[in-house]
């Protein structure tokens, strides 16, 4: 059974960065696309981006100055940085996994990050 | 980016009804379109793959269609579990992107 576990401090300090990690457990990330998607009231679901098991990145233009998404095989985790938050960063983040190139029929539980001082 | 419009926003109905959501994408997307439930306080749920391909395990009840920019997704015979909001999804062109979902709740 695949299962994907978000984790990661649920308050960060605007102009901080937001750090977070996915863990996959019943699977490889050696393989498929991982990917972080994140939820607000006000603009709904936006895709962030993914990481290919290859190390190759894509991201939302709209974070990409902002975002990081990286791997760790050993450990089969993946994670997001996302630097210079703001309020309008606070969401519920999600990680998700997908055979192609979008967020398929795994997804974590979703944790909700606020950004406050 | 490609924007996703679903309609209605939201809708009410009756145990047992059958309803249609459209998506209407602002450019061509071909057939790379899913379709995600979602229930309060939980992660969205892949119900449909390529706008008519049902995932494993979701009931036939469920079913999509279209290609290009207009889709259609439609629950025949609604059961109580399906009261949800419902978002359709690109992936044709990155970035990846949602609709803005449609709340389906009890008459």
């Known amino acids: 059974q695949v299962q994907l576990q978000e984790s990661g401090p649920g308050l960060v300090k605007p102009s901080e960065t937001l750090s977070l990690t996915c863990s996959v457990s019943?699977?490889?990330?050696?393989?498929?696309?991982w990917n972080w998607i994140r939820q607000t009231p006000g603009k709904g679901l936006e895709w962030i981006g993914y990481i290919h098991y290859s190390g190759s990145t894509n991201y939302n233009p709209s974070l990409r100055s902002r975002v990081t998404i990286s791997m760790d095989t050993s450990k089969d985790q993946f994670s997001l940085s996302l630097k210079s938050v703001t309020a309008a960063d606070t969401a519920v983040y999600y990680c998700?996994?997908?055979?192609?190139?979008?967020?398929?029929?795994?997804w974590g539980q979703g944790t909700l990050v606020t950004v406050s001082s | 980016d490609i924007q996703l419009t679903q309609s209605p926003s939201s809708l009410s109905a009756s145990v047992g009804d059958r309803v249609t959501i459209t998506c209407q994408a602002s450019?061509?997307?071909?057939?790379?379109l899913n379709w995600f439930q979602q229930k309060p306080g939980k992660a969205p749920k892949l119900l449909m793959y390529?706008?008519?391909n049902l995932e494993i395990g979701v009931p036939a009840r469920f079913s999509g269609s279209g290609s290009g920019t207009d889709f259609t997704f439609t629950i025949s015979g609604l059961q109580p579990e399906d009261f949800a909001t419902y978002f359709c999804?690109?992936?044709?062109?990155?970035?990846?992107?949602f609709g803005q979902g449609t709340r389906l709740d009890i008459k």
């Open positions: 998700a996994r997908g055979i192609r190139p979008t967020p398929g029929g795994y």
């Open positions: 019943g699977d490889s990330i050696r393989s498929y696309y």
């Open positions: 390529d706008a008519s």
């Open positions: 450019q061509d997307i071909n057939k790379y």
């Open positions: 999804q690109q992936f044709d062109k990155l970035p990846i992107t």
